[in-house]
């Protein structure tokens, strides 16, 4: 028998092993045929597939890459070297790897799908989406192929083709689960919640301890507003998994949403505790602490700093920045958001962005949305440059605003959800600004400066911030009225024949002090009704409401808890039948504010010592009726009152406070515009002179 017989004899024995599970002397025989023949790519291979078997990636790439090396042909050597480096997080080389395998062989599925994969983890959606595509056309029916395919579309902000791809995957396996989750993720993008919630299902009826589809059944029902079903299934999932941090800062989402706060922030501590890099989780702690009565300021600002130290480099990098130090050159100018959507903080956003002049700054937006709508549309027209961010990590995105040479850098979302903050602990751009989504301080020394008014932050607020405040003259937003607005109507009371006071505030602002100080309003006010309205509004939750009004000695007759909409219409339509606005504290409205005004309705607002509670006193500062803005709870019952019991006024806030407001500052978006950019133009030039002195 030849020497190359008795090689194949004992390389086809160790195969044997291989497949029989005996590792050990499948090993000791493959290393034996090496001995004889150094180099043996056959023996390199199988060995580098075992090493990867047995969880030794690191080897197993080195046999691997030996293997290719003896022969640049061995396709299948090169598929399973890209497998193991895609496994270490080495994308870009397994790339190289599945393009050789790709080439060798060309036929094989396998070879596309890894390509895909690669391609995929590197962000390169089209690519990998052909690549995926290919190794369809090769094996029609391989349903990790559909599924990832689904994947990519998912991530370039396709969900309806995304949808597609993974009905057609659970088609060809229905066995794979897996891909009911991406399909459930992907049906609450595109609101179709009831088939979200029974794809989560699906995976629930085969597997009751799927501790992660109780959790993502929570997520359906939290966005259909069903808080007290989402707060059960995020029990279920804690009772099956006490360790699951991502569903303990669920949990006290919806604890939040519901007013129970101190629930809610015991709920992300022990996020935090269980996952201590868990950036949001703290974020959205220092989220819930604004919104409670009497919570001390120097404490809450001391949260903040802690979040900055927890989650921010100590000392980032200033002297970094290769932006050309020129005074009077065209600025650009970078807004990070969440929101570039439908969504409040673009109604205040927009007004700015749609005026600024581009002869003078040029604007870039970093956009981390998973899907837009036409506001998102319509921000990106008016954009110089617009990046999707969904997907980057916080050094690829500051590296990305770097590229882009910002020069001035805003965030617009503070510690709201899917902020970016950690971004400016990095440094990305020689000066950074803090506005308008969030009502307090970043907690961070990265982040420079604030805008603001005299009003929401009058002088002493700087102590509990990090920036430096930069009060605007004008007002510290503009609104951008809706277009969907319906006539304010006449006043509500002339057909009625009672006042009927509202809110269409997030009931997470209805805590006790305010339902108290409401209360004293409807008993000043006899037969005044108060009209309530969110989505959430429902069982259990107006249970609530009305019992803690029932405390304060209101029957539940003189309450209207409303959670739907007639048809064809929008919640605008609900200030059609309220004839005064009551805000709450210590968080006012603000967007509501401004809408209630523009519908006609006048809002009675508390002033509170700090910017959280200043925010409507700042709106009715702008458009003239500081009259309205209490100093003290006894000046809140008495204006209400006294408003409720003058029907002319009201009559003629109705009938002119559109006019009014449309008239005032708090329209005046060209206005803010030039006041804005010549602030950027101060703030660039100390940057270039080297005289700012923080």
Not at 154 to 183: M, S, V, W
Not at 348 to 361: D, Q
């Amino acid at each position: 028998m030849s020497k190359q017989d008795n090689l194949s004899r004992l390389l086809e024995s160790a195969l044997q092993h291989h497949q029989a599970g005996e590792l050990n002397e499948a090993e000791k025989q493959y290393r034996e045929v090496l001995a004889r023949e150094t180099g043996h790519p056959g023996a390199l291979y199988l060995l580098g597939t075992l090493k990867a078997q047995g969880g030794n990636t690191a080897e197993a790439v080195r046999y691997l890459r030996e293997a290719t090396r003896r022969d640049p042909s061995f396709g299948t050597a090169w598929l399973n070297l890209g497998s193991a480096l895609l496994q270490l997080a080495r994308a870009d080389e397994a790339e190289v790897c599945y393009r050789k395998a790709v080439e060798t062989l060309p036929e094989q599925a396998d070879a596309y799908f890894g390509l895909g994969r690669a391609l995929l983890t590197l962000r390169r959606y089209d690519d990998a989406r052909d690549a995926f595509q290919q190794a369809l056309a090769c094996k029609p029916q391989f349903a990790e192929a559909q599924y990832q395919l689904g994947k990519t579309f998912f991530q370039q902000g396709k969900p309806a083709e995304a949808e597609t791809c993974y009905r057609q995957a659970l088609q060809q396996n229905p066995q794979l689960l897996h891909i009911y989750t991406d399909l459930g993720r992907t049906l609450r993008t595109l609101g179709r919640l009831d088939e979200a919630a029974a794809a989560y299902r699906e995976i629930i009826r085969v597997r009751p301890d799927a501790a992660d589809a109780w959790n993502n059944l929570g997520n359906a029902r939290r966005q259909q507003a069903r808080m007290d079903d989402a707060a059960d299934c995020y029990r279920r999932a804690l009772s099956i998994n006490p360790q699951l941090a991502e569903t303990q800062n669920n949990l006290g989402n919806v604890l939040k949403t519901l007013g129970l706060l101190d629930e809610a922030a015991n709920c992300y501590r022990r996020a935090i505790q269980r996952k201590p890099g868990f950036t949001q989780a703290h974020s959205n702690l220092l989220l819930c602490l604004n919104y409670i009565p009497g919570y001390d300021e120097q404490q809450l600002f001391r949260e903040h700093q802690r979040w900055a130290t927890a989650h921010t480099p100590a000392r980032p990098g200033t002297d970094k920045h290769g932006n050309i130090p020129d005074p009077g050159r065209r600025l650009r100018v970078g807004y990070v958001s969440p929101d570039f959507r439908t969504h409040a903080v673009t109604r205040f956003f927009e007004p700015l962005y749609a005026h600024h002049n581009h002869e003078e700054v040029e604007t870039i937006c970093y956009a981390q949305l998973v899907n837009g709508d036409e506001t998102t549309e319509r921000l990106q027209s008016m954009s110089d440059g617009w990046h999707r961010t969904v997907g980057m990590t916080q050094a690829e995105l500051a590296e990305q605003i770097r590229e882009d040479a910002i020069d001035i850098l805003v965030d617009l979302a503070g510690h709201t959800a899917r902020n970016r903050l950690p971004v400016f602990g990095l440094r990305p751009a020689p000066v950074q600004i803090s506005w308008l989504g969030y009502p307090n301080t970043t907690g961070m020394t990265a982040l420079d400066y604030r805008l603001t008014d005299a009003i929401a932050d009058p002088d002493g607020a700087d102590r509990f911030y990090t920036e430096r405040l930069l009060r605007l003259e004008n007002g510290l937003t503009r609104f951008l009225p809706p277009t969907d607005a319906p006539d304010p109507g006449s006043l509500p009371a002339d057909s009625s024949g009672r006042v009927t006071f509202g809110s269409l505030n997030n009931l997470v602002k209805l805590n006790d002090q305010v339902i108290a100080l409401w209360s004293r309003v409807l008993r000043q006010v006899p037969g005044a009704r108060l009209l309530l309205f969110r989505d959430m509004l429902q069982g259990k939750v107006a249970e609530r409401v009305q019992s803690a009004f029932a405390q304060h000695g209101i029957d539940g007759s003189r309450l209207e808890l409303r959670h739907k909409l007639d048809s064809g219409n929008t919640y605008l339509n609900v200030y059609r039948e309220i004839d005064i606005a009551l805000d709450p504290f210590p968080w006012n409205g603000h967007v509501t504010s401004c809408e209630a005004l523009w519908m006609g309705v006048p809002v009675i607002a508390l002033l509170g010592p700090v910017h959280r509670g200043r925010l409507a006193a700042s709106v009715l500062h702008q458009v003239g009726l500081e009259g309205l803005v209490a100093r003290n709870p006894d000046d809140y019952v008495r204006i209400a009152a006294g408003l409720a019991g003058d029907v002319q006024r009201l009559e003629q806030l109705r009938s002119g406070l559109r006019h009014q407001v449309a008239a005032s500052p708090l329209c005046d978006g060209p206005g803010m515009a030039r006041e804005v950019e010549a602030i950027y133009r101060q703030l660039w030039q100390h940057w270039c002179t080297g005289r700012d002195t923080r």
